[in-house]
């Protein structure tokens, strides 16, 4: 028991916080913690790929994030260790100081106020009060890496004795990107500015959305002393790592698969339609679009409403054709939001399960489909993108 006794009566789960504690005050390392309603694993993976020309990182896989994969990622760093990523989650308030106690970040960077969890935590303002519980347990030696973009998290350098640096799609930032391109995959090309300087970035992530994920990653970088070409050179080469999110595979027919089943809540699920509607209108001739979606989970009363707004929206976004995958009054909601919105009769298709589903897709879909793979992990659509994307 390193670090002084555990209390017998505590949990395994504090005993490794306990262990993790006292292991994080003999590393030399630079702490950054990484929380934010969607995009954390993206970004710890962007980080994680930033600053490894600088020293030895640790990074966790996937997204071990909870009050178990915090402190076992903490215990996996050495003293040789010079970059510890942390990704911060969390369900109810009190649960990111929590971790950030375990292991105090010399680096906070907050990226989002969404949705997710929603009827865990009953309102966005508590989100938002409970993701700021990240920024405060940063020292005034260490630094924010605060998005600008989002006004809640905006609202937080009030919170934080560190220094602020901010990051914007607009020249209102600290770090700041110019006019954002897409190419025929959605990947992102633009002009990162800072102190005064530019370079010009092309990522090697899909969908617009991987921008603002891209700038705090940036602005970690820079400041554990990076140089801007060094910053590009490590994000043109940061494919996606973490499966399920983001992941594009096109077949031997030409079929494109987006394969982003890990998880899903409303921004989410919007920036991964998009990336779809978008890979399908460009590079010439206009290919056939599936958006085939599963629940997204912790919604609570606005499970609703937000399932009929995503389903709405498929339709705006004129994607060809929507299987919604599941039972329950979500899913109907979703089915009928689309129906309604484009009077839309075999285009939107409701099945009870990922097989049915899967079946439906092995019949239909044709040479040059794009097709969104996407829902909250407990829907169990990953192993359907697979299949279809090993097809």
Excluded at 30 to 56: N, Q, R, W
Excluded at 176 to 187: H, I, K, T, Y
Excluded at 358 to 363: E, G, M, V
């Amino acid at each position: 028991r390193t670090g002084g006794a555990v209390p017998p009566d505590d949990g395994p789960l504090t005993a490794i916080g306990a262990v993790a504690r006292a292991w994080r005050r003999a590393l030399g390392a630079v702490v950054i913690g990484v929380t934010g309603s969607s995009g954390k694993t993206s970004t710890k993976d962007l980080l994680a790929a930033v600053l490894a020309p600088l020293g030895e990182v640790i990074a966790p896989p996937g997204s071990f994030n909870n009050e178990l994969g915090h402190p076992w990622t903490v215990l996996r760093a050495t003293t040789d260790t010079d970059f510890l990523i942390l990704e911060m989650s969390a369900r109810h308030p009190g649960n990111i100081a929590a971790l950030a106690a375990i292991a105090p970040p010399s680096i906070g960077v907050v990226l989002n106020v969404g949705t997710a969890h929603l009827g865990e935590f009953g309102s966005r303002e508590i989100i938002a009060a409970t993701k700021s519980e990240l920024p405060q347990a940063v020292p005034s030696s260490g630094v924010v890496i605060l998005n600008a973009d989002d006004p809640a998290v905006a609202a937080m350098a009030d919170k934080t004795a560190a220094r602020v640096v901010r990051v914007s799609r607009t020249s209102g930032g600290d770090v700041w990107a110019g006019p954002v391109s897409l190419d025929e995959l959605a990947r992102p090309r633009f002009t990162l500015h800072a102190g005064g300087d530019e370079v010009d970035v092309a990522l090697a992530v899909h969908g617009e959305h991987q921008v603002s994920n891209a700038l705090a990653a940036a602005a970690v970088a820079l400041e554990c002393g990076a140089s801007l070409p060094q910053v590009a050179e490590a994000l043109a080469t940061a494919a996606p790592v973490s499966a399920r999110r983001m992941q594009v595979s096109t077949r031997a027919d030409g079929v494109t698969v987006i394969n982003d089943a890990y998880n899903a809540n409303p921004d989410s699920m919007a920036a991964g339609l998009k990336a779809l509607a978008w890979m399908a209108r460009s590079g010439g001739e206009r290919r056939r679009s599936w958006a085939v979606l599963g629940e997204m989970a912790e919604l609570g009363e606005d499970a609703i409403t937000e399932h009929d707004r995503i389903g709405r929206l498929v339709v705006r976004l004129d994607v060809s054709r929507l299987i919604v995958v599941g039972a329950g009054r979500a899913m109907s909601a979703m089915h009928q939001g689309a129906v309604m919105e484009g009077s839309w009769g075999s285009e939107s298709v409701l099945v009870p399960d990922a097989d049915t589903a899967l079946a439906l897709l092995r019949a239909e879909l044709a040479p040059g489909d794009v097709v969104l793979v996407k829902a909250s992990n407990s829907a169990g659509l990953g192993v359907l993108a697979d299949a279809v994307a090993d097809a």
